[in-house]
């Protein structure tokens, strides 16, 4: 365990003073959406989110194009720091709040992102959600999306 700590801590130096605060930042962000579903219903949430939309609709597909290489960069790199810090956090972090931090990320940014919505059956539940969020042509979190989900909506 110790020995555990110490590698951590020792990537955690060797990463770099951009990468350490992106990754305070992935923290803050899915703390705050961690309390922010614990306070608020969903759907007052949800406003703050963009218009929700069928998968179909062309905004969800135009989102990815013309983006620039700098934006895609920004994009994978907040993707990674929500990722790498999830499991560390104090709480378990599930694939909303990973979407939400991220999307709050990339909008501070202001880079467009669309927060997916799944469900589907599996053979521990009668029934699964799942949300994902990509942007920029960028997969961010909560990918691959199992095959048994299908996309009931999202928001742009």
Excluded at 45 to 57: E, I
Excluded at 58 to 87: K, N, Y
Aim: aromatic share 8%.
């Amino acid at each position: 365990m110790a020995r555990s700590i110490a590698h951590k801590l020792r990537t955690a130096a060797l990463m770099g003073p951009r990468r350490q605060l992106l990754v305070v930042e992935a923290c803050a962000s899915m703390f705050i959406a961690r309390m922010s579903l614990a306070i608020f219903p969903f759907s007052r949430l949800a406003k703050g989110f963009g218009a929700f939309v069928p998968p179909t609709d062309p905004r969800v597909l135009a989102q990815a194009e013309g983006a620039a290489e700098e934006q895609v960069r920004t994009a994978r790199a907040i993707g990674w720091a929500v990722r790498s810090s999830a499991p560390y956090m104090p709480f378990k972090t599930v694939c909303l709040q990973q979407a939400m931090a991220a999307h709050a990320m990339l909008r501070r940014r202001g880079i467009a992102s669309v927060m997916h919505f799944g469900a589907g059956k599996s053979d521990d539940k009668p029934i699964d959600a799942h949300a994902w969020l990509d942007a920029v042509g960028v997969k961010v979190t909560g990918y691959p999306v199992a095959a048994n989900f299908s996309e009931l909506g999202c928001f742009v």
